[in-house]
């Protein structure tokens, strides 16, 4: 089946990590631009393989290559409605292939091809002939199917326009229903070759964190693969509605995590928040000096207001882990109605980026628009906390002591100003919850921890 594949194609190799060190070149990822694309055509050309621009065998090691996977299937009984599930395991099927990485989905995905791979004489032909027969052999739907895959910039810009115009049409469709509407949620597997403990809870008001796949889609692709890693599950009783938390999820989170997970909120980020894979494309975390909630997307290349990047924060709470004060979420969640409703929604919503408020404008309540700074309003606590007094948002009545009082420009008086006096050392991490183990089997865990130090040594073991 593969024998014209120079390299091994098997579920082995799922959870394969390229580092830089054996990296032969990257495809798309943060430093490029990229897409994947799963689209149902009335007529395909089965078997259909191209390469649009450069092969692997005309770049150079270490070069960064803009990359776009468009992928077209034809079948008489395939709907529109299973793009989406059909897409999200272009993931999975690309790790697959020794020497190819695959992360994230949509317009963030990130490739890398290894050495190794290359000088098995292995090309981008081959990874588009090892998609073709796995999805045929995964979804016996698919009649037909024809992989082009682009490595030219131009080609690639144009094929992000096309993608990006798709997944917008698709978020459109989920917000049509709501929690209440139905009785039952969706809960997906497909990232637990990577975050083993990790469950995603879909709801018509809560997306999965790849903001690849919404309600609709889970009910789809259910309905095609009951025994496949999306299935129904009924909500159950109803424990909490502000927070989200249902009887059911609760037991069905706890078997699909082997008991790590016991207790989840849906739509919040405290307590028992959802647990996060890798994939999400944002994440939620808590700033406890003034006790509001910042969210940063994985385009953003700077620093958040906690002194890390995106990169840093998403290992914190990665992996199937459940950390209070932190959690994944899509994009598309923060256009949802019940966005963290258990904690305040926008209300309490302190920091963004600013390229990730702007696409959220028409969902931010009018009067908190101008209320919530970016990175090109404040970046240092002090400068977020002046802001948010200068522009009066809720989130100070929080913070501020009792005996403080605003005056109407937004000046403090009558009380002493809220001050946040740090170490000059530098700020090692800041989270709402560290645990770190201690002999005799106890563990430790620090809450609301800021931890400084003078200086900080990493050592290769």
């Not at 992928?71 to 999200?88: S, T, Y």
């Not at 980020?269 to 997307?297: K, N, R």
């Not at 409703?341 to 404008?361: T, V």
């Not at 309540?365 to 200068?390: G, H, N, V």
């Amino acid at each position: 089946m593969f024998e014209d594949i120079p390299v091994d194609v098997s579920p082995m190799n799922e959870g394969e990590r390229i580092r830089s060190a054996n990296m032969f070149v990257e495809l798309a990822g943060p430093k490029s631009i990229g897409a994947e694309l799963v689209q149902v055509e009335e007529s395909v050309e089965d078997g259909k393989i191209e390469v649009i621009g450069p092969e692997l065998n005309e770049m150079k090691q270490g070069e960064i290559f803009p990359f776009g996977i468009k992928i077209q299937i034809q079948g008489e009984n395939l709907e529109k409605e299973l793009e989406g599930v059909i897409e999200r395991r272009t993931h999975e099927l690309c790790n697959y292939v020794h020497g190819f990485m695959h992360l994230n989905q949509r317009d963030q995905i990130w490739c890398r091809v290894s050495t190794e791979a290359i000088e098995s004489d292995f090309k981008l032909e081959h990874l588009g002939k090892a998609l073709s027969i796995l999805f045929k052999e995964e979804f016996t739907l698919i009649e037909s199917i024809a992989v082009t895959l682009f490595t030219e910039e131009d080609q690639v810009k144009s094929f992000l326009n096309l993608a990006k115009e798709q997944y917008i049409q698709r978020d459109a469709r989920s917000r049509e229903l709501s929690d209440e509407d139905v009785d039952v949620f969706y809960g997906c597997l497909m990232c637990q070759s990577f975050a083993p403990t990790h469950m995603c809870v879909v709801t018509p008001d809560r997306t999965a964190l790849c903001g690849a796949i919404n309600w609709f889609d889970c009910r789809a692709a259910s309905k095609m693969d009951p025994d496949g890693p999306i299935f129904e599950m009924e909500k159950g009783e109803v424990l909490d509605s502000e927070k989200g938390e249902y009887s059911n999820v609760n037991e069905t989170i706890a078997e699909k995590s082997q008991g790590t997970t016991e207790r989840v909120y849906v739509h919040g980020v405290f307590d028992y928040p959802h647990t996060s894979c890798g994939c999400f494309e944002a994440v939620a975390f808590y700033i406890p000096e003034l006790d509001g909630i910042g969210v940063v997307d994985r385009e953003f290349r700077g620093e958040t207001p906690l002194g890390i990047p995106f990169s840093s924060m998403a290992g914190q709470c990665s992996g199937g882990k459940q950390v209070e004060g932190f959690t994944g979420l899509s994009l598309e969640y923060m256009r949802s109605p019940k966005f963290l409703q258990a904690d305040g929604a926008y209300g309490r919503i302190i920091w963004m980026p600013n390229e990730m408020k702007q696409s959220l404008q028409e969902f931010i309540p009018e009067e908190l628009w101008d209320k919530i700074p970016t990175e090109e309003d404040a970046t240092s606590i002090q400068d977020i906390e002046q802001y948010l007094i200068d522009h009066q948002h809720p989130i100070v009545d929080r913070f501020l002591k009792p005996e403080d009082e605003i005056e109407e420009d937004g000046t403090q008086v009558e009380g002493e100003e809220t001050k946040h006096e740090e170490p000059s050392n530098i700020t090692v991490t800041t989270a709402p919850e560290i645990s770190m183990p201690a002999s005799g089997g106890v563990k430790i865990i620090f809450k609301n921890a800021k931890i400084y130090a003078e200086k900080v040594i990493i050592k290769r073991k």
